[in-house]
């Protein structure tokens, strides 16, 4: 799969909104947004950007760790993932180079198809706090791909579901300015801001299939 219809992207969305909001999940999650292309209006969406904001578990299950050690080679279920979800979901377990599960991967083995162009990025902090904690990172480390794309629009928090979000989202209502005017707005200079957002669109450009970001800030 290349890219999506605008109508089906947001079907995509809509569908995936629905997992979250009926299913367990390893970690629980509080916000789902969309970011980047499908909030733009565009058609075809190239990449559909989702951005999940999950809590933590802080070893809620830790006594079932060394079961799923013995039985998966996977270090860290009931502490970092949801034992009850691992045992339902046990082909959506995924560990991270350490051998620990992984909650931003198991989220995404959960939600996203492999070869689906989907970006999820998963992180503690709310979408609006990460886009800022992003940008002073990537600007930090003189790393521009680093940065998230601050047009986002919320559509689903604490188990609400935003059907006005989505309306407007399907009728392209959002009006958002170029990212490189976003990035302005968040406090770069016009020639800084530019050259971020040059590099942005060529690290997207250059993704394939589905990929993850997870954060903890």
């Known amino acids: 799969m290349t890219d999506f219809e605008r109508r089906a992207a947001v079907d995509r969305v809509a569908d995936l909104v629905e997992t979250v909001a009926t299913e367990p999940m390893p970690v629980p999650v509080r916000e789902v947004w969309v970011y980047g292309d499908v909030a733009l209006g565009l058609d075809p969406v190239e990449r559909l950007d989702v951005y999940v904001t999950k809590d933590m578990l802080f070893g809620r299950d830790s006594d079932r760790a060394e079961e799923f050690r013995e039985s998966h080679g996977i270090e860290g279920v009931g502490e970092t993932v949801d034992a009850d979800w691992a045992d339902a979901y046990p082909e959506y377990l995924r560990a991270n180079a350490n051998g620990h599960a992984a909650p931003e991967q198991c989220l995404a083995a959960h939600l996203v198809d492999d070869d689906e162009p989907i970006h999820l990025e998963v992180c503690n902090a709310?979408?609006?706090?990460?886009?800022?904690?992003?940008?002073?990172?990537?600007?930090?480390?003189?790393?521009?791909?680093?940065?998230?794309?601050?047009?986002?629009?919320?559509?689903?928090?604490?188990?609400?579901?935003?059907?006005?979000?989505?309306?407007?989202?399907?009728?392209?209502?959002?009006?958002?300015?170029?990212?490189?005017?976003?990035?302005?707005?968040?406090?770069?200079?016009?020639?800084?801001?530019?050259?971020?957002?040059?590099?942005?669109?060529?690290?997207?450009?250059?993704?394939?299939?589905?990929?993850?970001?997870g954060d903890v800030v």
């Open 126 to 213: 709310s979408f609006e706090d990460n886009v800022r904690q992003r940008l002073e990172g990537a600007m930090a480390r003189e790393d521009y791909t680093q940065i998230l794309d601050p047009r986002g629009v919320c559509l689903w928090v604490e188990g609400r579901r935003s059907d006005e979000a989505f309306r407007k989202l399907r009728e392209s209502e959002f009006a958002f300015p170029p990212l490189s005017g976003a990035l302005e707005m968040l406090g770069l200079d016009a020639d800084e801001a530019e050259e971020a957002a040059d590099a942005v669109k060529q690290y997207r450009a250059e993704a394939e299939g589905a990929t993850v970001r």
